[in-house]
Structures are given as C-alpha cells and as structure tokens.
C-alpha cells in the first residue's frame, strides 16, 4: 500500500516536472522569436571622423551611424567594441567579433582573409609633414627621411614600400593613430603617411600644426568585412547599404561628419 502511494507520488511529481520545463522551453521560443540577432562589431577608434570616442567614451563615427543605420534596415542589432587595428582580421578569423567597420581598405591580400562588404566610400593615402615644413611634394621628396604609420594599416604597408625601396630610411609604427599624429607634432619622425580624410580631421581639431603635403597618393574604398564565407552577414549588410544610399539616410550621415 505504501509503495503505492509512493509510486504515485513519484508519477504526479514527473507530470509537474514535464509541464514546468515545457512551460519554461515555449516562453524561451516566443522570446526569441522576437528578438533580432546581435552582431559584434570591431573597430580602432583613434580614426576621425571614422570612428573616435566622444567625451563620455562612447565609440561614434561616420562608420558607426551608417553600420546601425543598415542594421535597422535589416533588422539586427550591433555592439561595438574597440579592438587594435591589427587584431581585427585575427578576431573575426577566431569568432570574437562578427564584422569590421573600422575604415578598412579593401584591399587584395585582405580579401584573402575576409569577405568586404560593396565600398561604401572612398579615400585614399596622404603624406602629413610639420606645417612649417616645405621641403615636401611628392614620394620623391621622401629621401632618408622617416615616417610614422598606424600598425597594419594600408599606410604602414605603403611605408615599408618606401623603406625597402631606399627611399625612406625608416617606418615608426604605433598602435593608435592619434600617437603617429603626436609623434610627427613632437617633430620624433618627418612624415606621416595616413588615410587622408583621418589627418584632415586631425588637422581641423588643431589647426596649424600639421599640413597634408601634396596630392593624395592613392585611392582606397572601404569596405565592411565579415567571416570568410559568412553569406548571410554580407548579404544583409550590403541590401541594407544600397536601401540606406536609396532613403538618403547616407547622405544624411555624410553630411553630419564631413562638412
Ligand atoms: N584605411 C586604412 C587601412 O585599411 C587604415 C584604416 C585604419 N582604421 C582605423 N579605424 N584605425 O589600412
């Protein structure tokens, strides 16, 4: 008799246990039904008017309003995080991050290690110099002389082009790009070789000091970059880039970080 009241007790006790977790289990499933996927986005901010912090340590930017404006279009969510410049590549490869918007050029060896988005704008390299410096026009100006350039970037590889062509004697590199800035102000190197819209935003927070030498070296576009083979992703980003140019929500944001 007592055993089979136990038997019972142990029968009511499964039943409730059932309805609970399948209680708990359909909450979850209309929960996330209605969230929308978050992506973790990775970029250097010392890279005006790109992407910089503001007063409060808030990463903001040109990069930043157009990844969330494609990202309210598609229907996802964006974080984003600062990461070196040249750690970017190695943390989408390992799945720490899920997208770059970081002003990265696209570029071929690049497209080797990730997909880029469409560009979404362009730019392109510039020699920087001391403002009272007028020694400088053009690369053939660069004879001896040394250069600072951020780590990784499409600067520093157009630097070692120069050293290793004996133009330049050496290339300094450092992490942030508001210290290749400093390091030229405080006369340790000669030239800067940047993203030209980048050492144009510097120069405007503090007029007089440096000067952009010359023409434009080259032109870059910038792309968005997602995981090698990550379709998805880059299908979205670039449906939503094309519907935001469409909406004006580019121009929009264009004209808020450069005029
Ligand atoms: N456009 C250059 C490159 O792709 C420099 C980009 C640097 N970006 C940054 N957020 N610090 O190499």
Not at 11 to 33: I, K, R, Y
Not at 116 to 127: D, K, N, R, V, W
Not at 191 to 215: L, R
């Amino acid at each position: 008799m007592k055993k089979a009241l136990s038997m019972v007790l142990i029968g009511l006790l499964l039943v409730g246990l059932v309805a609970v977790s399948g209680c708990a289990d359909s909450t979850e499933t209309e929960a996330s039904e209605n969230e929308v996927p978050v992506y973790i986005v990775g970029t250097e901010p010392t890279f005006p008017p790109f992407e910089m912090t503001d007063d409060s340590g808030a990463i903001i930017g040109f990069d930043i309003d157009l990844i969330n404006a494609i990202a309210e279009d598609q229907d996802f969510e964006v974080q984003v995080q600062s990461i070196g410049f040249d750690a970017l590549i190695p943390a989408i490869q390992s799945g720490n991050i899920d997208l770059i918007a970081s002003g990265m050029t696209i570029t071929e060896a690049r497209e080797e290690e990730i997909d880029f988005s469409e560009p979404y704008i362009e730019a392109g390299l510039a020699i920087a110099v001391a403002a009272d410096n007028d020694d400088i026009e053009s690369v053939d100006d660069l004879q001896d002389l040394v250069a600072a350039a951020q780590i990784g970037s499409t600067g520093h590889a157009k630097a070692q082009e120069l050293v290793d062509a004996g133009v330049l004697s050496e290339v300094k590199t450092f992490a942030s790009v508001d210290v290749v800035m400093m390091e030229l102000v405080n006369g340790g190197v000669d030239v800067v070789i940047n993203d030209m819209p980048v050492t144009q935003a510097y120069i405007n927070q503090q007029p007089g000091v440096i000067k952009i030498a010359g023409e434009k070296l080259e032109s870059e576009s910038y792309g968005f970059a997602v995981r090698s083979g990550n379709e998805e992703l880059l299908t979205m980003i670039n449906t939503g880039l094309q519907n935001v140019i469409e909406d004006g929500t580019y121009d929009e944001i264009q004209t808020k970080y450069f005029s």
